[in-house]
């Protein structure tokens, strides 16, 4: 299977290792195209890959977008032409990456994956969205799980809707804590502070561009600033309601698991 990885950054890296890996169900060759051609380059140098021109012609058994959430339904439809099987995408964004394939791939097999981690954090889980499935989706499903993942099935719905609280939330949430606290001394953390500190370090770590794409895609954040509000102006006996409320969902998170 002749797979093009379109975006040659940490998650195309990673979707090209995956695929093309010893455990792999399949029988991957791997070839990158990205706007900035020493990129594409230089993903494939170290790898038995090849690169090539963003705006070429080449045909591929399946196209992969790795690009920023933003940029995917122009990459679909610039790319489509370039998919003869199938065309899929690991961007984090379902709704509009799904309309826009079924738009201009209409006849391919069509998927959207999300890996709900950092490439250095593998293994972890993926969500995906199998829109029209197939042998080479049902194959690129299975190297993602040969790598240890767990796949799990969601709709475009149900995946964006979560996002605003597992990611635009939670990042807003953390960022807005870090921002907002002192600089204290190492022995003053408490339990609670010192694992909000490891977040926020983990959150601070990777590229601002790619949490800015979070929070343009979904609104989380605002009902975060609405709670904190709520709290920061609540009396004894509305914050003891806030209180319980927020014990009760977790209450209820526990009894899912």
Not at 4 to 15: F, Q
Not at 206 to 221: H, K, L, M, N, T
Request: aromatic share 4%.
């Amino acid at each position: 299977m002749d797979i093009l990885v379109v975006g040659a950054g940490e998650i195309g890296r990673w979707i090209a290792d995956t695929v093309s890996a010893d455990e792999s169900p399949v029988d991957a060759t791997v070839s990158f195209a990205d706007r900035d051609p020493e990129v594409a380059a230089d993903a494939a140098a170290g790898r038995d890959a090849e690169a090539v021109p963003a705006d070429g012609d080449t045909a591929h058994d399946a196209v992969c977008l790795a690009v920023p959430m933003s940029a995917v339904p122009a990459a679909v439809e610039a790319y489509a032409p370039r998919a003869e099987r199938a065309i899929l995408d690991v961007s984090g964004e379902m709704t509009e990456s799904i309309a826009a394939m079924c738009e201009h791939a209409p006849d391919r097999e069509r998927a959207s994956y999300h890996p709900l981690f950092a490439p250095p954090r593998v293994p972890g889980n993926v969500a995906a969205v199998v829109d029209a499935g197939g042998p080479v989706v049902e194959g690129i499903s299975g190297a993602i799980e040969a790598g240890g993942n767990e796949v799990f099935e969601t709709t475009p719905a149900e995946h964006d809707e979560a996002m605003k609280t597992v990611q635009a939330g939670a990042h807003a949430a953390v960022i807005a804590w870090r921002l907002a606290g002192g600089d204290v001394r190492e022995e003053f953390h408490t339990p609670v502070s010192a694992a909000l500190d490891e977040v926020a370090d983990t959150v601070t770590e990777g590229s601002p561009a790619v949490y800015a794409e979070i929070q343009r895609a979904f609104d989380g954040a605002d009902d975060v600033a609405a709670a904190a509000r709520e709290i920061a102006d609540a009396d004894a006996e509305e914050f003891a309601e806030l209180y319980e409320a927020a014990r009760g969902d977790r209450e209820g998170r526990e009894r899912h698991e």
